[in-house]
């Protein structure tokens, strides 16, 4: 009697862990097809707040307008041609120093994790944080749009090349940090000159 009792037991705990595991598919899948595309402001922006309460902000980087995606993929390319030339010519104090101050947007993978870097050192994160609530109104005007928060802070975005929308409140910050990169790499690329001249003679 107690091991055909156990045996039901069984039975119905395991019917139960079936029956919620099709409920979870059923709702995630219900929740992912009810989210607005993301070739509307209002998908990007769901998906934009999605990333930011996981605290990964290398996960709305497709979010992002073209030009802010390109200038991280610019500034880890300069960061990484200058580390290159430092440790080609460079003393090794010197080394160890442009390493710390550029060594982990040179080692990026890509340009997402360089935004995520700056993301986090900026304190981008968690101004997001507090100021992300829900998207009351969408204004679109060609191709750029703005979505207004239910606590009034407004986003502005504008129409990717394949129809996502970006946003792009972080574009002059990063376009200003690659033109910057541009620039160290020249001066950088100098000194190495310099240093290697100094080590013919």
């Known amino acids: 009697m107690t091991e055909l009792v156990s045996k039901r037991v069984l039975w119905i705990a395991g019917g139960a862990a079936v029956v919620l595991a099709l409920f979870t598919i059923a709702w ?10 993301d070739q509307e402001p209002r998908g990007a922006y769901v998906r934009i707040t999605e990333a930011v309460t996981r605290g ?9 307008e073209d030009a802010a995606q390109h200038a991280c993929f610019t500034i880890r390319d300069y960061r990484k041609a200058a580390l290159g030339r430092v440790a080609s010519a460079f003393p090794e104090d010197e080394r160890r120093e442009y390493e710390a101050r550029y060594g982990a947007l040179a080692a990026a993978p890509g340009g ?3 935004f995520a870097e700056y993301a ?4 981008w994160l968690g101004q997001l944080e507090r100021d992300l609530s829900r998207a009351a109104a969408v204004e679109i005007q060609g191709e750029r749009a703005t979505v207004v928060t239910a606590r009034g802070t407004r986003y502005s975005f504008r129409r990717r090349a394949g129809g996502i929308w970006g946003l792009t409140g972080f574009t002059p910050k990063l376009t200003s940090e690659a033109e910057r990169a541009a ?4 001066l950088i690329e100098q000194a190495a000159l310099d240093y290697e ?3 013919k003679r």
């Not at 990964?56 to 992002?64: G, I, K, M, S, W």
């Not at 620039?183 to 020249?186: A, C, G, P, Q, V």
Request: glycine content about 4%; cysteine-free.
């Open 28 to 37: 995630t899948s219900w929740v992912r097809a009810s989210y607005p595309s």
């Open 56 to 64: 990964r902000p290398e996960d709305f980087f497709a979010y992002l």
């Open 112 to 114: 997402a994790e360089v």
């Open 120 to 123: 986090r050192k900026e304190g």
């Open 183 to 186: 620039r160290d790499l020249e």
């Open 197 to 199: 001249r100094a080590q």
